[in-house]
């Protein structure tokens, strides 16, 4: 009890009991779905803009040189983001899933889950400051 609360004083308390007592499934699915359509959205945009700048690029080169430099401009970011979405999907659901395992006789698995739940908004809070810099 008395980690738990040295814990939350330093802002490292879990929102996963609040996440499921709050909302309901159903609530919770359609929120997903809605940031999933979103997140679909924004990045077909950005991948249109990749495309338009890598052409742009090459512009003065031989056709093939085209193809070559807008296929390498293209791949490289794209597979960089998705790493990265992967990698802080797999945070998430890695933590979830521990918590799940854990249940209530294994404390130390329980609090790994959610410090690793509770690191994802840290996580994106540091890297939209990072943005906005």
């Given at each position: 009890?008395r ?5 939350r004083?330093?802002?490292m ?27 679909i ?8 803009e ?7 690029i090459?512009?003065?080169?031989s ?8 296929t ?39 609090y ?22």
């Amino acid at each position: 009890m008395r980690l738990e609360k040295s814990l939350r004083a330093f802002g490292m308390h879990s929102t996963y009991e609040e996440y499921y007592i709050v909302t309901s499934k159903k609530e919770i699915l359609i929120t997903e779905k809605a940031k999933i359509r979103s997140a679909i959205l924004t990045d077909f945009l950005l991948s249109i803009e990749i495309v338009i700048i890598a052409l742009g690029i090459g512009s003065e080169h031989s056709f093939s040189i085209q193809i070559i430099t807008a296929t390498f401009i293209v791949f490289l970011p794209t597979v960089g983001v998705y790493g990265i979405v992967i990698l802080l999907a797999c945070i998430d659901d890695f933590g979830f899933r521990i918590i799940e395992i854990a249940k209530d006789t294994k404390l130390l698995l329980k609090y790994i889950g959610k410090v690793l739940v509770s690191a994802l908004p840290k996580i994106i809070k540091i890297l939209i400051f990072r943005n906005l810099r």
